[in-house]
Nanobody
Framework: VQLQASGGGSVQAGDSLRLSCAAS????????VGWFRQAPGQEREFVAT????????YYTDAVKGRFTISRDNSKNTLSLQMNSLKPEDTAVYYC??????????????????WGQGTQVTVSS
């Protein structure tokens, strides 16, 4: 599975931004897709996930109510709509995919595949 992320940029606090990720390859092997982020000097952290077939979602508390994850099975794409952005949302965002359903809705989400990162910078 190959993942290609896009849509990052620089915005002001309170603005919105939409990230996209195109998936290709063995899509049928994917159970869930998701987004991670890594701020400077910090570990990469889980942000949100959605199951590929049923569209069930799970978010980390820090983004609940502000971010919305979605997928379009017909286009093999994954998106992350980010509203009410805060400076602490500044990070490199990565899309990811996993094959196993075990533990998919937890913060200990372990991807099998990674996309390249896209920078999101939020200024105060």
């Amino acid at each position: 599975v190959q993942l290609q992320a896009s849509g990052g940029g620089s915005v002001q606090a309170g603005d919105s931004l939409r990230l996209s990720c195109a998936a290709s390859g063995s899509i049928s092997s994917i159970y869930a897709v998701g987004w991670f982020r890594q701020a400077p000097g910090q570990e990469r952290e889980f942000v949100a996930t959605i199951t590929w077939r049923y569209g069930s979602t799970y978010y980390t508390d820090a983004v609940k109510g502000r971010f919305t994850i979605s997928r379009d099975n017909s286009k093999n794409t994954l998106s992350l709509q980010m509203n009410s952005l805060k400076p602490e949302d500044t990070a490199v965002y990565y899309c990811a995919a996993r094959r196993s359903p075990v533990g998919w809705a937890t913060l200990e989400w372990r991807p099998d595949y990674w996309g390249q990162g896209t920078q999101v910078t939020v200024s105060s």
